[in-house]
C-alpha cells in the first residue's frame, strides 16, 4: 500500500533537511512524499528546491492560505496515497516508524494512534504516553500527536479533513470528528517518532488565553456530544472529565479570569471536589472547599 507523506513547511530552513532524511531512510520503501511551502519568509523554498536534487520523486507545492492544518489539506488533496503520514517538518521519524505501523493494520483499521518521544532543546528525550480509551485519551489530549500517528485517506476525507479555520487544538478536532464518524483505532506502544521542541516558533508558546479557551471549547463540545449518544461513558468516568476540566479552567484564569469563572460556572458540577495532582495542592483545594472558585483564585493571585 502507498503511504503520502505530507509535511508543511513554513520558515524550517534548519530542520527540513534532516526532517526529509529521516522520511526517505524509512525501511518501508511504497512512499510518495509532498512538502507544502506555507509562504516561508526565510529560504525554506529555495531549499526544498535544493532537496529536490537529492529526491528527485519529492512534490513540491505551494499554499497561500496561512497555517499548517490548510497546508496538510493541500497535501491531502494531492496525496494519491491509502494512508497518510503528516509529518512536521521539525519533527522525525525513526527508521522503522511506517513498516512498524503498517504491520499493525487489519482490515477495519483506519487510524493508528500512536506513542512518540518528545525531545526538548536540550536534547533531552521523554517518552509521550497515550490513553486505550479512546475518548479518554481524546479529551485528556493523550490519543497521540499528529507526526506519531497514522491515518487512512478515506476516513480524512470524509471528515472533510483538518479544520484550518482554527488557530490550535487542530488536531484533537480532527480527531473527535474521526471518533464521531466511527474510527477504528489501532494503538501503537512503540515510540517511533521525536517531536522536536523549538526554542521560538512553535504556537503552543504564543497566545495561551485563546488557546486555553480553545482547549476548554472543544471538552465541551466533546462532553455535549457524549451525552447525547453515549451517555454511559460520561456517567462511568465523571470525576476524570472534572478533573480534567478543572484542571484546564484553572490553567485559564491567569489569563482570562473572567471566562475562567464564566466555563467553572457552567461546565463544574457543584458537588464536584478537586483532587491533589500536578495542578491542585492540597492547601488549594481546602481553600477551594471553603471559598469556592472565584474568591480562591482571586486571593492566589494576589499572593502571586
Same mark, same amino acid.
Given at each position: !500500500?502507498?503511504?503520502?507523506v ?19 531512510? =524509512?525501511?518501508?520503501?511504497? %512512499? ?6 506555507n ?6 523554498w ?6 529536490k536534487?537529492? #529526491? $528527485?520523486t ?5 499554499e497561500?492560505? $496561512? ?18 503520514? &503528516? ?14 505501523? !503498517? ?7 483506519? !487510524?493508528i494512534?500512536?506513542t512518540s ?5 536540550? *536534547? ?12 479518554? *485519551? ?5 490519543? *497521540? ?27 484533537y478536532?480532527?480527531m473527535?470528528?474521526? %471518533? ?21 516558533? =512553535? ?11 480553545? #482547549? ?8 455535549? #456530544?457524549?451525552?447525547?449518544n453515549n451517555?454511559?461513558i460520561?456517567?462511568?468516568?465523571n470525576? &476524570? ?16 479570569? =473572567? ?18 495532582? *500536578?495542578?491542585?495542592?492540597k492547601?488549594?483545594?481546602? !481553600?477551594?472547599?471553603?471559598l ?7 486571593i492566589?493571585?494576589? &499572593?502571586?
Amino acid at each position: !500500500m502507498l503511504i503520502s507523506v505530507i509535511i508543511p513547511c513554513f520558515n524550517v530552513e534548519d530542520y527540513i533537511q534532516e526532517c526529509l532524511e529521516s522520511v526517505y531512510q =524509512q525501511t518501508y520503501v511504497n %512512499l510518495e512524499v509532498i512538502c507544502i511551502d506555507n509562504k516561508s519568509s526565510d529560504t525554506t523554498w529555495a531549499k526544498l528546491q535544493e532537496l529536490k536534487n537529492t #529526491y $528527485p520523486t519529492l512534490i513540491l507545492e505551494e499554499e497561500i492560505k $496561512p497555517g499548517a492544518p490548510a497546508a496538510r489539506n493541500k497535501g491531502l488533496a494531492l496525496a494519491k496515497g491509502e494512508w497518510i503520514q &503528516f509529518l512536521d517538518a521539525d519533527d522525525l521519524l525513526l527508521q522503522d516508524k511506517l513498516t512498524h505501523q !503498517m504491520s499493525l493494520i487489519k482490515t477495519e483499521t483506519n !487510524m493508528i494512534v500512536a506513542t512518540s518521544f518528545r525531545r526538548n532543546t536540550n *536534547g533531552h528525550e521523554k517518552s509521550m504516553s497515550i490513553n486505550r480509551d479512546a475518548w479518554l *485519551g481524546l479529551f485528556s489530549t493523550s490519543l *497521540g500527536i499528529t507526526s506519531a500517528n497514522l491515518w487512512k485517506k478515506d476516513l480524512l476525507v470524509e471528515v472533510n479533513g483538518w479544520n484550518d479555520s482554527l488557530k490550535s487544538s487542530q488536531e484533537y478536532n480532527l480527531m473527535f470528528r474521526c %471518533l464521531q464518524n466511527d474510527a477504528n483505532i489501532c494503538f501503537d506502544d512503540k515510540p517511533l517518532t521525536i517531536i522536536r521542541e523549538r526554542e521560538s516558533g =512553535q504556537i503552543s508558546q504564543s497566545n495561551p488565553g485563546p488557546k486555553w479557551i480553545r #482547549y476548554i471549547e472543544l471538552r465541551k463540545n466533546i462532553l455535549s #456530544y457524549l451525552k447525547e449518544n453515549n451517555p454511559v461513558i460520561i456517567k462511568e468516568n465523571n470525576t &476524570f472529565f472534572q478533573q480534567r476540566l478543572f484542571n484546564a479552567i484553572r490553567t485559564l484564569y491567569p489569563h482570562a479570569p =473572567q471566562r475562567a469563572i464564566s466555563f467553572h460556572h457552567e461546565l463544574i458540577d457543584k458537588k464536584f471536589r478537586p483532587s491533589v495532582d *500536578g495542578t491542585n495542592t492540597k492547601n488549594y483545594i481546602l !481553600m477551594y472547599n471553603i471559598l469556592g472558585f472565584r474568591l480562591t483564585e482571586k486571593i492566589k493571585s494576589l &499572593f502571586k
